[in-house]
């Protein structure tokens, strides 16, 4: 089956660095995503890697291992609404997007 | 600024009515739109994808009858909740993917969500 894997709840100060991990097993690959959501509210898009590497945006950056089925995103300098649920998510072979539970982050002053 | 947005934002209904939400991509045409829904501390769960001028798929355990979905235009597709009831309440989600100059081809860009209240 498919599988996405990332932790359920971090806890980060703020100002500090914070890495969220995604584990995935999918019947293909054609990219990985990571999306933002404050509570009640629909998730945005952060992020896109296709290729194995770092994509750094401003404070946030995302890594990608093809060959080990992973991924992280990287959050610096954070900041008191950085607090979401942060989603990852793999395109299959068919194009469908398989999502994770999302990782809850909590950033205390 | 938002690309993809969606009404309304917010519907309390009588249990038996059925209730339209609308989803609309504002600076692209979406070739793809995706119906989510999401109970809360949930994930999202997707329901059904709808490619303009076609059927919509379907998830399993999703009723095809209950949630009509029309994809009729490149900028617009609706989900019907049919004779709604209580347990239907929830935030229902669109995301539109298409030709946009900004961004990954495959992304997916989300509306703003519909909280529905069935009573």
């Known amino acids: 089956g498919q599988n996405i894997d990332q932790p359920t709840e971090m806890t980060a100060t703020e100002g500090a660095i914070v890495q969220i991990n995604c584990t995935y097993q999918?019947?293909?690959?054609?990219?990985l995503f990571w999306y933002q959501q404050h509570a009640g509210e629909a998730p945005t898009f952060l992020s896109y890697?296709?290729l194995d590497g770092l994509e750094e945006k401003g404070r946030f950056s995302s890594f990608l291992s093809r060959s080990k089925g992973y991924s992280y995103l990287l959050l610096k300098e954070l900041q008191m609404k950085d607090s979401a649920s942060y989603l990852c998510?793999?395109?299959?072979?068919?194009?469908?997007?398989?999502w994770g539970a999302g990782t809850k982050l909590i950033i205390k002053p | 600024g938002a690309v993809v947005s969606q009404h309304p934002s917010w519907v309390i209904c009588k249990s038996g009515t059925s209730v339209k939400i609308e989803c609309r991509s504002l600076?692209?045409?979406?070739?793809?739109m995706f119906w989510y829904r999401q109970f809360p501390k949930q994930s999202l769960m997707l329901m059904a994808t709808?490619?303009?001028?076609?059927?919509?798929?379907?998830e399993q355990g999703v009723e095809k009858d209950k949630f009509l979905i029309n994809h009729a235009s490149l900028t617009l597709s609706t989900l019907t909740v049919t004779s709604a009831h209580p347990e239907d309440s929830s935030f229902y989600i669109c995301?539109?993917?298409?030709?946009?100059?900004?961004?990954?081809?495959?992304?997916?860009?989300f509306g703003p969500g519909t909280r529905l209240l069935v009573l």
């Open positions: 995301s539109a993917r298409g030709n946009r100059d900004q961004g990954p081809q495959e992304t997916q860009y």
């Open positions: 600076d692209f045409q979406a070739t793809t």
């Open positions: 709808s490619n303009e001028g076609s059927k919509a798929t379907y």
């Open positions: 999918t019947s293909g690959f054609n990219g």
């Open positions: 890697n296709v």
């Open positions: 998510a793999v395109m299959d072979s068919n194009y469908q997007l398989i």
